[in-house]
């Protein structure tokens, strides 16, 4: 919170972002129980970025192909994501994966949620590919085929600036 002793114009508020003297910090959209049956890709870093665009593209590409097991929730800020946001994220792990994890702190961090509750950190974009191409590469080649390219290829830098709304295709209110 703010203290209250900032003028009017320092304390403008919108529904998800707290402006202080010209930088903003969002307040991350709940994360509500995922829907029975499905996954939720989970996609948060830095608004400009070329690795956390092209996950926000392959998680995207992922819910919209596939809409009736995944979708996504996504937090993009360059002043919250770290250390306060990723910090939080990686204290829902568990032991292990915080172990793993413990010195990630570059953008984007991925992981997966499930609607037993369990979640499942990948770490970065190349990881997130990593995963892509395990869990697709066995399915429909031509239904995947764009996505397993977006995973065999780097990402460019045109892609540094990408559609960083919020929250993704998951439900954030009851």
Known sequence: ???????PICRQRTKNKE??????????LPRLAVPTGKVRICIA???ISHHTGRARTIASLIAETY????????????????PDFLSTVKAEL??????????HKRSPFCWLEKSDGTKVALGGRDRL???VQGTFAADDKEKDAKLLKLCADPPSLW????DNSTPGTAKTEE
């Open 159 to 162: 892609e540094l600036r990408f």
């Open 45 to 47: 870093g830095f608004p």
């Open 129 to 131: 590919c990593e995963w």
């Open 19 to 28: 402006q202080r003297m010209g930088s903003s910090i969002s307040t991350p």
């Open 1 to 7: 919170n703010l203290p209250q002793n900032l003028p």
């Open 67 to 82: 809409p009736e097991t995944y979708e996504t929730w996504f937090y993009f800020d360059g002043s919250g994501f770290r």
């Open 94 to 103: 568990s032991q292990e994966q915080r172990e793993t994890f413990k010195d």
